[in-house]
């Protein structure tokens, strides 16, 4: 913390203490602070560090790269604030600042709109945290633009591989035949792996007993 709030530090040395700060606040967001083995952070240091990270956020004499990588930390605790700051930023003309927005509402709801605007975006780094937060929401009207891009000889392997592990979770029981055709049709092995991978998870999500044969 004490790093990414030092204004001697150098640009991308803070921004990576920031977002080094992420999994802990999430952790400490979701599992609470109740049993002394699961705690990562006290409760005190966790108040601390989210209330630095949002005054830090605020201060626009902080470099840009840092403001992102506390936004992206912090938004893994959710905060109101975080509403409007991941609105500012994906409606602001920076595609710097629109790939933090679409990366931070993989924890938010309420930006299903803007995941599916993400998801045609000429920028592959915009449309994969789309693809991701897609899943990670089971937004459903994302499944036909997932299947398309899975279709489509022209994904590319970083969308083609989000887009495999997205349509497990929003569509469990469906996304067994499209995931059996892929690994039957593909010689990527990394691609067939990930397809492989996807169908666990969709029988786990489904409790279809996809597997059981």
């Not at 700060?21 to 108040?47: C, S």
């Amino acid at each position: 913390l004490k790093i990414a709030q030092g204004n001697d530090e150098p640009e991308e040395l803070r921004g990576k203490a920031a977002i080094s700060l992420g999994p802990a606040l999430e952790t400490a967001d979701l599992e609470g602070f109740f049993d002394p083995d699961d705690i990562l952070i006290t409760e005190e240091v966790f108040k601390r560090v989210r209330d630095s990270l949002r005054e830090l956020y605020e201060d626009a004499g902080v470099p840009k790269l840092v403001r992102r990588r506390v936004l992206e930390a912090s938004v893994r605790a959710p905060q109101d604030w975080h509403l409007s700051a991941v609105r500012a930023a994906f409606d602001d003309d920076d595609a710097d600042w629109r790939l933090t927005a679409i990366f931070a509402m993989r924890w938010l709801g309420g930006f299903d709109e803007q995941i599916l605007d993400a998801l045609s975006s000429d920028d592959d780094a915009i449309c994969c945290e789309a693809i991701i937060a897609a899943g990670n929401h089971e937004l459903d009207a994302a499944w036909k633009p997932l299947l398309r891009m899975i279709d489509s000889e022209h994904t590319a392997k970083p969308l083609l591989l989000a887009a495999i592990d997205a349509i497990a979770t929003i569509h469990p029981k469906h996304a067994g035949p499209v995931l059996v055709e892929l690994m039957d049709s593909t010689d990527d092995e990394e691609v067939a792996g990930a397809a492989s991978e996807a169908m666990m998870d969709a029988d786990a999500f489904s409790g279809s007993g996809l597997f059981d044969d």
